[in-house]
């Protein structure tokens, strides 16, 4: 039986408000760090995404000229604009709390699986086990993913767009950092798809069947989601957006139980 069966109702209230406290406390330590290195991680890392020179629109530059894509232009700039009087500040705050939740990711996913852990058996504990450096890596690759492959091709797409000659683009300092933040946590949870997959796996909710079953329509909607993301046009920006994600898809494959004698 695991351990916690035997505890009572307030015994796991103490733990959830012990565990929650925990938490609060590692966003604060590196919350305090990351709030004193902002004014270097905005010039160099969270506002590189908006010059030329960004490393991302190299790469493309120089492997896109083979496939046709557009050049990045050289006097691409992005103005980011502060529109309210408090905005620095508010950002400089809120962007030092996303940015240690982030950086505490392990830190914190170590703690609530402490409190977690007790309820489940030994078997189930030494499979978690296992994965829990597998779910780590994979949560920054994903936020990687989105920083330098997502969130500057959006940039440049949103950047350059045009309703009109007369509209000058200026981008708001929150509009700008809403996306940014959004989307490296978006792409993070999308790369903890195999460890969901395993999971569900090892529950006996999904086999390789359905993997198989559903392919092709996969394809199709994960196409419709690279376009989303990147809706510039050319057909070499897609494939780089599409690549990982359906790769995903194949390992989550990977990670289940092959189907049943009797199913497809």
Not at 164 to 170: G, K, L, Q
Request: charged content about 10%.
């Amino acid at each position: 039986m695991p351990a916690s069966s035997n505890a009572g109702f307030w015994d796991h209230v103490d733990a959830l408000r012990s565990v929650l406290l925990k938490v609060a406390a590692v966003v604060a330590i590196i919350g305090v760090g990351a709030f004193l290195v902002m004014p270097w991680a905005f010039d160099h890392v969270i506002m590189a995404p908006c010059e030329p020179g960004f490393v991302t629109y190299r790469f493309f530059d120089a492997l896109g000229s083979r496939f046709g894509a557009d050049p990045t232009p050289p006097d691409f700039h992005v103005d980011v604009v502060s529109l309210e009087l408090a905005s620095q500040i508010f950002v400089h705050f809120s962007a030092a709390c996303w940015t240690a939740l982030i950086v505490g990711f392990p830190i914190i996913l170590y703690i609530l699986w402490g409190f977690v852990a007790p309820a489940l058996y030994e078997h189930e504990r030494r499979g978690i086990r296992r994965n829990f450096v597998f779910g780590n890596i994979m949560f920054y690759l994903g936020v990687a993913t989105g920083y330098f492959l997502v969130f500057p091709l959006c940039v440049r797409f949103l950047a350059d767009y045009q309703l009109s000659s007369t509209i000058r683009p200026i981008v708001s300092l929150d509009s700008y950092m809403d996306n940014f933040f959004t989307l490296l946590l978006l792409m993070g949870a999308v790369f903890e798809l195999p460890v969901v997959a395993w999971l569900l796996g090892k529950a006996g909710i999904l086999n390789r069947g359905f993997f198989n079953t559903y392919r092709r329509h996969a394809i199709v909607a994960l196409l419709v989601v690279a376009a989303l993301i990147t809706p510039t046009g050319d057909p070499f920006t897609l494939l780089v957006v599409f690549i990982p994600i359906y790769a995903l898809w194949e390992m989550s494959s990977r990670l289940v139980p092959p189907p049943p004698p009797s199913e497809p």
